[in-house]
């Protein structure tokens, strides 16, 4: 079964809006939470991550949103660029050690 | 921000061929690991290994597989005998520490079984 479930397979916005990307879980045991950023050819980078100790996460452009209680979180991508068009995956990890992926969402960011 | 290496970035093999991929990790950096992506799916686990030996494996981490990091110097993923469903990207990634710490991911070798 797919323990991190990313909602939308694509997400298309217009430049300069705030992309919203969600995810949800269902092991109650994972405590971080990182977001990759993806582009064709290349190896996932990390974006920014949040512990489970925390609701909020905010880096320049992008923050995460977490709920605990829901198992959900999203990644708000504030006043979207064309070069943020990427594959964009959810992860997750209790502990450590693995890290398991959500399906990703192909984000299009369109001038 | 810290590289991770991966050799080489494409290789076409025969079905029932032997194939080593190799990971160049961060330099300072103590766990490692393998992880498979099938083309348009997410990236599923493998392995990880640290001082020496497999931490954690997967169900994909077949018996054909095998991983190993001889002397500090790459951090292999061997399959011996290759199968058709072995077609996909692996990635490999390394971290410092083990608990919530951030994984490096290298850009990928892409196998292709025949």
């Known amino acids: 079964q797919q323990q991190v479930r990313q909602s939308s397979q694509s997400l298309t916005v217009w430049e300069g809006e705030t992309a919203i990307l969600n995810c949800s879980y269902e092991?109650?045991?994972?405590?971080?939470f990182p977001w990759y950023q993806q582009f064709p050819g290349e190896g996932p980078a990390l974006l920014i991550a949040?512990?489970?100790?925390?609701d909020k996460k905010e880096d320049g452009r992008f923050t995460i949103f977490f709920n605990k209680r829901e198992k959900n979180l999203s990644l708000h991508i504030k006043d979207s660029q064309p070069g943020d068009s990427a594959t964009y995956f959810c992860?997750?990890?209790?502990?450590?050690?693995?890290?398991?992926f959500g399906q990703g969402t192909i984000l299009k960011v369109y001038l | 921000g810290p590289k991770v290496l991966q050799i080489p970035s494409h290789q076409i093999i025969d079905m029932g061929q032997m194939v080593t991929l190799n990971c160049d990790p961060v330099?300072?950096?103590?766990?490692f690991y393998w992880y498979k992506q099938i083309l348009g799916q997410q990236m599923e686990f493998l392995v990880n290994?640290?001082?020496?030996?497999?931490?954690?494996k997967s169900k994909l981490f077949k018996d054909q597989f095998s991983v190993e990091r001889p002397d500090g110097s790459y951090f292999t993923l061997k399959i011996q005998p290759t199968a058709l469903e072995d077609s996909a990207v692996y990635f490999c990634?390394?971290?410092?520490?083990?608990?919530?710490?951030?994984?490096?991911f290298g850009p990928g070798t892409r196998l292709l079984v025949l």
């Open positions: 330099s300072n950096h103590l766990y």
């Open positions: 949040i512990r489970s100790v925390s």
């Open positions: 990634a390394s971290s410092f520490r083990r608990n919530q710490d951030t994984q490096y």
């Open positions: 092991n109650s045991a994972f405590d971080y």
């Open positions: 290994f640290y001082n020496g030996k497999v931490m954690e």
């Open positions: 992860a997750a990890t209790s502990s450590g050690q693995k890290l398991v």
